[in-house]
C-alpha cells in the first residue's frame, strides 16, 4: 500500500501519543511505500520520506505562510491556538495544505491518506476524493467545542472517514459522543501496532474498492 501521512505537527514536536516517524518507519519497514506531509515552524533536515514541510513563521523569509504555527496546546512564544487564528489566516493556512496534498495527490497517488487528527488535513483528504483514516485525541475535540468555526471541517472529516484510530476508550467515547459517527468505525488501537494500523488500511481499501493484490 501507498500510504500519505498528514500532520499538523513538525517531527521535532511529536505528538504524545500518535507520533508520526515512528508510524512512518513503521510502516516503510513493513513494506509500505510511505510519504508525509507536515506543518512546522521551521525548516529542517528531513528523512526521505517526508515530501513536504509547510512553514508557518513570520519571521522567516522563505516560510509558506507568514504567520505563527497554529496547534492545539502551543508550549512555544512564536507559537498559537488554532482558534487564535484569523479567518483570513485560516482561509490562508488550509489554501497551503490544500495546495500541497493536491500535487502529493497527483505525484505519488497514494491508496490511502492517514490524518493525525480529526481536523483540517482530514477535511481537504475528504476532497481529494482518496479513502482516508483520521488519528483522534482530546486536543482537537476541545478545540473545535470552543471555536464553532472549526465544526464542519471536523463534523465532515470524520462523518466520511473511513476509520477513526483512538488509543484509549476515553477518546472512543468523546468521539462517539461528538461526531455522526457508527461505533464500528472507531477502532481502539495501540499507536505503535503499526501491524494492527495497516490491517485497518487494508479493511478500509477493501470496503471502497474490493480486493487489490498490491494490499
Known amino acids: 500500500m501507498r500510504i500519505l501521512l498528514a500532520s499538523h505537527r513538525p517531527l521535532e514536536d511529536p505528538d504524545p501519543v500518535w507520533n508520526l516517524r515512528l508510524l512512518a518507519e513503521g510502516l516503510i519497514a513493513a513494506g509500505h511505500p510511505t510519504r508525509c506531509l507536515l506543518v512546522a515552524d521551521a525548516p529542517q533536515q528531513d528523512p526521505s520520506w517526508v515530501a513536504r514541510r509547510i512553514v508557518c513563521n513570520p519571521d522567516i523569509a522563505s516560510a509558506d505562510l507568514k504567520f505563527a504555527l497554529p496547534g492545539f496546546a502551543p508550549h512555544r512564544a512564536q507559537r498559537v491556538a488554532f482558534d487564535q487564528l484569523t479567518d483570513r489566516q485560516l482561509s490562508q493556512y488550509r489554501e497551503a495544505l490544500r495546495r500541497a496534498l ?100 487494508r479493511r478500509v481499501l477493501k470496503e471502497r474498492y474490493g480486493d487489490e493484490p498490491d494490499w
Not at 479513502?131 to 465544526?151: C, G, I, K, M, W
Not at 476509520?163 to 461505533?183: G, H, K, M, P, Q
Open 102 to 201: 493536491d500535487r502529493e495527490v497527483d505525484e505519488f497517488n497514494p491508496h490511502l491518506i492517514h490524518a493525525d487528527a480529526i481536523w483540517l488535513w482530514g477535511h481537504l483528504a475528504l476532497e481529494t476524493g482518496a479513502a482516508y483514516v483520521l488519528s483522534a485525541s482530546l486536543a482537537e475535540l476541545e478545540t473545535r467545542q470552543a471555536n464553532p468555526r472549526f465544526a464542519r471541517f471536523t463534523d465532515e472529516a470524520a462523518e466520511n472517514a473511513g476509520r477513526i484510530l483512538v488509543a484509549e476508550n476515553s477518546v472512543r467515547a468523546a468521539v462517539l459522543d461528538t461526531f455522526d459517527v457508527s461505533d464500528a468505525r472507531v477502532v481502539q488501537v495501540a499507536p505503535g501496532a503499526h501491524d494492527e494500523i495497516a490491517a485497518v488500511y
